[in-house]
């Protein structure tokens, strides 16, 4: 899959995709001990353990389509909107400065590579989730790069179908992805561990008239 082909966070037909609030509160996934949580995007109020509680369950149905001896790790669900905004004007800073003859315009779409533009982010609905799969011994899987590797430092073997990973990885990206599509998720093609449900992203790409989850506010009132 080229870059080309792939649809960015940044696609203005996102923008327009309606979103019908259904409601679903936040469920803390420090609460559900059949997923196992990993605490490298921790913070002190717990904000990356949360998840719509409609994503919770599909995960415990990940979960059982998945071999016995391999499990999903979560690493990160929902991200206040003060966080997504830091994370991509950063990124997309750092790539104007590697690269001075961008325009803004372009730098904005190429951050949105690795970065949902705030207007559009999924993880501040509450509505995506980064995750990978480990062992029974709680060893994770090589899936090819690490969790978060972006374009630059992997060398683009963050995208899912990126053909320079090792059989053993592609294998292991093929039985995460075949779990994941089968309880409804979306993969965002430019980071393999990256999934949607509910956004506009899962929107546009199952065809929904609507997103069923909009942003939500941290902490929760
Ligand atoms: C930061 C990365 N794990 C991520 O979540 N990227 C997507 C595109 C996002 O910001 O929604
Ligand atoms: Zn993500």
């Known amino acids: 899959m080229t870059d080309e082909s792939i649809v960015l966070m940044s696609d203005r037909r996102l923008l327009v995709i309606p979103v019908i609030e259904c409601g679903e509160p936040l469920?803390?996934?420090r609460k559900v001990p059949?997923?196992?949580l990993d605490d490298r995007q921790a913070d002190d109020a717990g904000a990356y353990a949360r998840l719509r509680i409609g994503l919770?369950?599909?995960?415990?149905?990940v979960q059982e389509l998945l071999p016995a001896e391999r499990r999903l790790l979560i690493v990160e669900g929902y991200r206040p909107l003060a966080l997504q905004q830091h994370y991509f004007s950063r990124y997309a800073a750092r790539l104007r400065h590697d690269n001075p003859s961008w325009s803004e315009e372009h730098a904005h779409i190429q951050a949105s590579?690795?970065?949902a533009p705030p207007e559009v982010a999924p993880h501040i609905c509450g509505a995506a989730v980064d995750l990978t799969?480990?062992?029974?011994?709680g060893a994770e899987l090589d899936m090819g790069t690490?969790?978060?590797a972006g374009p630059e430092e992997s060398g683009g073997a963050c995208y899912?179908?990126?053909p320079a990973i090792s059989?053993?990885?592609r294998a292991n990206r093929r039985l995460l992805a075949q779990a994941m599509s089968a309880a409804g998720f979306i993969n965002y093609p430019t980071e393999w561990w990256h999934w949607s449900y509910g956004d506009r992203y899962w929107a546009f790409a199952t065809s929904a008239s609507a997103a069923l989850y909009g942003p939500l506010e941290w902490p929760v009132a």
């Open 167 to 169: 059989s053993e990885a």
């Open 34 to 36: 059949e997923l196992a």
């Open 113 to 115: 590579r690795s970065l």
């Open 160 to 162: 899912t179908h990126h």
């Open 27 to 29: 469920f803390d996934l």
């Open 146 to 148: 690490p969790v978060n």
């Open 133 to 137: 799969l480990i062992d029974t011994g």
């Open 56 to 61: 919770v369950d599909r995960l415990l149905s």
